[in-house]
T-cell receptor
Framework: ETGVTQSPTHLIKTRGQQVTLRCSSQ?????VSWYQQALGQGPQFIFQ???????GRGNFPPRFSGLQFPNYSSELNVNALELDDSALYLC?????????????FGSGTRLTVV | QKEVEQNSGPLSVPEGAIASLNCTYS??????FFWYRQYSGKSPELIMS????GDKEDGRFTAQLNKASQYVSLLIRDSQPSDSATYLCAVLSGANNLFFGTGTRLTVIP
């Protein structure tokens, strides 16, 4: 059983640029959630995807967008990067009924905006 | 965003002692609660889940839930230096979205 994989592991971008982060969900998981974790903070919920549709969104502006593909993998896109977007971006997958299983996290993508 | 509150610590306990971590949440409709451990530079790792009022034990870990008080706790017995990490409380909303607290940093002193 493969776990959640994210790519790339590290990324440096310039303010104003756009970035795409990728995530492959764990086998058997059909729901993918994205989180932003700033240094010293807990993960902040960005959005969740189920059956290729957004299913819940946190307090993030529209320049944060996402996709889910038929194989349940997902992308997070961030446009017009700002310095404050520098953070660890975590992808988590789960079965649809998360009540008993929680989420499984990938190892994250460390994004630095300069 | 659903509110999940934790004491950010740091919390220091001697090796062999009991570490007690606390969490409160605002969404009274929440049904499932999770504790994650996060080592520095790593991603969160699920260590406990609880859905019913009362205690749930798994090895050295005990999760406690009181829905009336909207309170969740985690006890770590016989604390080891390897338990030194940040512990994140997470609450599942009715929309199946998981919200996290800011985490409590635990240091176990040998």
């Amino acid at each position: 059983e493969t776990g959640v994989t994210q790519s790339p592991t590290h990324l440096i971008k310039t303010r104003g640029q756009q970035v795409t982060l990728r995530c492959s969900s764990q086998s058997g998981h059909n729901t993918v959630s994205w989180y932003q974790q700033a240094l010293g903070q807990g993960p902040q919920f960005i959005f969740q995807y189920y059956r290729e549709e957004e299913n819940g969104r946190g307090n993030f502006p529209p320049r944060f967008s996402g996709l889910q593909f038929p194989n349940y993998s997902s992308e997070l896109n961030v446009n017009a990067l700002e310095l404050d977007d520098s953070a660890l971006y975590l992808c988590a997958s789960s079965p649809r009924d998360t009540r008993f299983y929680g989420y499984t996290f990938g190892s994250g993508t460390r994004l630095t905006v300069v | 965003q659903k509110e999940v509150e934790q004491n950010s610590g740091p919390l220091s306990v001697p090796e062999g002692a009991i570490a007690s971590l606390n969490c409160t949440y605002s969404d009274r409709g929440s049904q499932s609660f999770f504790w994650y451990r996060q080592y520095s530079g790593k991603s969160p790792e699920l260590i406990m889940s609880i859905y019913s009022n009362g205690d749930k034990e798994d090895g050295r870990f005990t999760a406690q839930l009181n829905k009336a008080s909207q309170y969740v706790s985690l006890l770590i017995r016989d604390s080891q230096p390897s338990d030194s990490a940040t512990y994140l409380c997470a609450v599942l909303s009715g929309a199946n979205n998981l919200f996290f607290g800011t985490g409590t940093r635990l240091t176990v002193i040998p």
